[in-house]
């Protein structure tokens, strides 16, 4: 058994974006630069409406490739 320890990815930068085709651009710039990321999505509401609810995209760029420990 190795005494390594793995050392948890750190976060860069987070960034919220407004659509899926906006953070499907972010990943993929990410990964031409060898970062990893983490993503999510909520809902929050609308700015210009009190009843509507509208989907927001955040990613994380991370300084490696997170690990299924890292969740």
């Known amino acids: 058994m190795s005494d390594d320890v793995a050392t948890p990815a750190q976060v860069l930068s987070t ?9 499907i651009e972010a ?9 990893g990321v983490r993503v999510s999505n909520r809902l929050v509401q609308d700015e210009e409406s009190d009843d509507t609810l509208v989907e927001e995209w955040i990613v ?4 490696s490739v997170p690990t299924v420990d890292e969740e």
């Open 27 to 35: 990943i993929g710039a990410a990964d031409v630069l060898g970062l």
């Open 60 to 63: 994380e760029l991370l300084t």
């Open 15 to 23: 960034n919220i974006f407004d659509s899926a085709a906006e953070a």
